[in-house]
Every structure is written in structure tokens, then in C-alpha cells.
């Protein structure tokens, strides 16, 4: 498949992993590369900038194929040096970038003057037009159904995607909710130029997680997921595990929550360590509603290779087939096709 993804970035397939917070380390984003796709590494997971930068080479060890590195500015507990962050992956000879959460325009001219392609993660048409305003090369268009932060307004893809066809001239990709060829075939319908998936990847074979929690996203069902945040407005989709059922409860107290009362069960450290001890109910681990069709734990080169595949076949066999039925088309399509 041609897109201008996969032109502008140099990849063999239309499909990208995007930041995931303790997950995208060198593992997981060099194995997405090797298999033809963008793998992306976590800036923040890195506990420092230097630690980023070992990463970097780490994963240039383990794949030569294009990988990106992801920068997300969200509120955290503990202040984040964003600019050295950036500083590194300029220095390191970074060529993608992945944007998100605040407005990324700060850092476009460094990253521009390094010759750094920046895909920014948007929530919303109107981000995404004031992204593509301020000089991004692309967008990652997120829908309600991600996981991490879908925003506030609610809108699903079926909407969002059509929409950002219509209205942005830059590629986009769409994310939150893929996780199969069928994803992709209409992602691509929807105008989009490839699809990005974090949480399909983490129950891949190279996800540096633990297996427990591989096997909960194989388990769990579509209504697995839950809204955490919203009262502060910074709304994040998470596994529906113990924690995030007690936030909720806290959450649901009549007045105003402040995040005093819940920081200590949200703080990021809690959930890396059930990424990496397998406890489920340790902390908040991110999860979007595509749990629903995850029922395997492939290698990431299968996961991609099945799902082009799958998409090839959906749009060479099942829509082709649906277009050239001309014959048993009824009569008034049968007109219609004529007069065409
Ligand atoms: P952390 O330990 O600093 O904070 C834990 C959670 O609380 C995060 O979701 C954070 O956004 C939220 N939070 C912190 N302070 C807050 C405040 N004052 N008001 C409201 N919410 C607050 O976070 P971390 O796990 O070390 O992650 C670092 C940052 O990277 C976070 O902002 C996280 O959201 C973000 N991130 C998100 C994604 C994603 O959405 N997929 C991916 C990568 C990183």
C-alpha cells in the first residue's frame, strides 16, 4: 500500500505505534519498524533527557528503519525539562517527531530548522486545522475511542476522520479504535492516509509489558475501558481495573475533585510497575475500547503483515466485489449506472 504515509516517512506500510507512556521503549518501537511500520519511542519514559538519548541509540541497534520518538505536554506531577528533551532528540538525529497534548508551535522552529517531520496527535477538527495552520507536516487524528487522552468533545472517528478529509490539506492518520484490516480498509475510505495503534501493540510478542497484562487485553471486552479525569478536564481512557473504579467513585463526590485526592492512586509510577510486575490493580494503565477485538499476541511484523493483508483483501475482494455487482444489481442501480 502507497499513502502519503508511507512516502513522506519513508515506511513500507501504513501503519504507525504511537507514544505510549512506559511502554514505547526500544523493544517495541524498533520491532514495529522492522516490520515495515513507524515504531515510536516514549520521550517521557525516559526518567531523564541523557536516559532518552541511550534509548535512541538502543533502538538504532536494534532497527535500521526509520523510528520516531513522541513528546507529550500534559499536565504530571513532577516538572518535565521539555526543552532538553527536545534538545536530545534534535541532537540525535531524530526525522519524526509525534507531538501531543499542548500546542506544539514552541518547538516547530528547531525541530523544522533539523529537518524533522512533526505529526502532531489532534483531538479535534479545530485542533487539527490550527496544527496544520502553525506548519506541521501531518496529523494523527485521535477519536473517542483511544486510549491516554481523548479530549473532552467526545467525537468518535465516523466523524472526525470524514471531517479532516474534508477540511485539512496535510496527511492524516487515524487513530483510537484500530486494531484490524477492516480498521484499516476504512480508515482509509475515511480519507485518512494509514492508521496508528498503541494499544493492538501492546499485546504484540516485543510489548515490554507483562504477560498478565497481555493476556487481561486478550480477555477483556470493549466495555473493559473507563473515563477517568474528566472533573479535571484532562479526561484519559484507562483499563476499567480496581484503581480506576475508586478514582471514579472520588470522582463522583458532590463538589469540586481536586487532584490532590486522587494523585496518589493515578501517579504515573504505579502503573509502570504493573506493567512490569503483572499486578492488574497496582495503578492506571492506559487501554482504549479496540480491547474488544483483541483475542491473540502476535509478533509485531505479524500483527502488521495481517492487517495489510486483511485490508488489501477487504478492498480488492469484498468492495470490489460490491461495486462490480452490476448484474444483479437491482433495476433503479442498474439505471443509475447506465445514465452515469
Ligand atoms: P504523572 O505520574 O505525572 O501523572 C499521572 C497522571 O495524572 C497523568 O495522566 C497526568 O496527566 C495526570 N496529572 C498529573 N498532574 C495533574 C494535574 N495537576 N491535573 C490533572 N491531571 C494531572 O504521569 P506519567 O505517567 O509520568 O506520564 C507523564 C505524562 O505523559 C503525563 O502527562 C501523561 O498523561 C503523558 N502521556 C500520555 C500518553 C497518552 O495519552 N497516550 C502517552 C504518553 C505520555
Redesign the pocket.
Known amino acids: 500500500m502507497r499513502t502519503r504515509l508511507t512516502e513522506m516517512l519513508g515506511i513500507e506500510h501504513p501503519v504507525v505505534q ?5 511502554v ?1 521503549l526500544a523493544e517495541l518501537a524498533s520491532a514495529v519498524s522492522n516490520g515495515g511500520g513507524l515504531g515510536i519511542l ?1 520521550a ?2 525516559q526518567p531523564t533527557p541523557e536516559d532518552l538519548e541511550k534509548e535512541i541509540r538502543r533502538c538504532r541497534e536494534m532497527t535500521d528503519k526509520p523510528f520516531g520518538v ?1 513528546l ?1 505536554i ?5 516538572p ?1 525539562p521539555y526543552e532538553e528533551y527536545a534538545r536530545v532528540i534534535i541532537e540525535s538525529d531524530i526525522k519524526i517527531v509525534e507531538t ?2 499542548r500546542n506544539p508551535e514552541p518547538f516547530l522552529p528547531p525541530y523544522k530548522a533539523a529537518g524533522i517531520t512533526v505529526i502532531h496527535k489532534c483531538t479535534s477538527i479545530r485542533h487539527s486545522l490550527k496544527a496544520e495552520r502553525i506548519g506541521v507536516d501531518m496529523v494523527s487524528v485521535d477519536g473517542f475511542e483511544c ?3 481523548p479530549g473532552e468533545d467526545d467525537i468518535t472517528n465516523f466523524i472526525l476522520l470524514p471531517l479532516a478529509a474534508r477540511r485539512l490539506t496535510i496527511p492524516f492518520i487515524a487513530s483510537g479504535g484500530f486494531g484490524d484490516g477492516a480498521g484499516l480498509a476504512a480508515a482509509l475510505a475515511l480519507g485518512a492516509d494509514g492508521i496508528n495503534m ?1 494499544t493492538r501493540f501492546m499485546a504484540t510478542k516485543e510489548a515490554p509489558i507483562h504477560e498478565k497484562v497481555k493476556q487481561a487485553m486478550v480477555e477483556a471486552s470493549e466495555l473493559d475501558t473507563a473515563l477517568i ?1 474528566r472533573t ?1 478536564r ?1 479526561t ?1 481512557r484507562v483499563f476499567r481495573n480496581g484503581i480506576a473504579e475508586q478514582v471514579l467513585e472520588i470522582e463522583a463526590q458532590p463538589g469540586e475533585t481536586k ?1 490532590e485526592d486522587i ?1 496518589e492512586l ?4 504505579r ?2 510497575e504493573v506493567y512490569s510486575q503483572g499486578d492488574l490493580d497496582h495503578g ?1 494503565w ?1 487501554a482504549g475500547m479496540v480491547v474488544g477485538l483483541i483475542d491473540d499476541i502476535p509478533t509485531c511484523g505479524e500483527l502488521i503483515g495481517r492487517i495489510v493483508e486483511d485490508a488489501e483483501k477487504i478492498i480488492e475482494e469484498r468492495l470490489a466485489g460490491v461495486t462490480s455487482a452490476r448484474e444483479s444489481a437491482p433495476k433503479w442501480r442498474q439505471a443509475a449506472n447506465e445514465s452515469a
Open positions: 504511537g507514544g505510549m507512556q512506559w514505547g516514549t517521557l519514559t513522541n507529550t500534559l499536565p504530571t506531577i513532577k518535565v501531543a497534548g486510549a491516554g487522552h498503541g479525569y479535571l484532562n484519559a487532584f494523585r493515578v501517579q504515573g509510577v502503573g509502570r492506571i492506559s
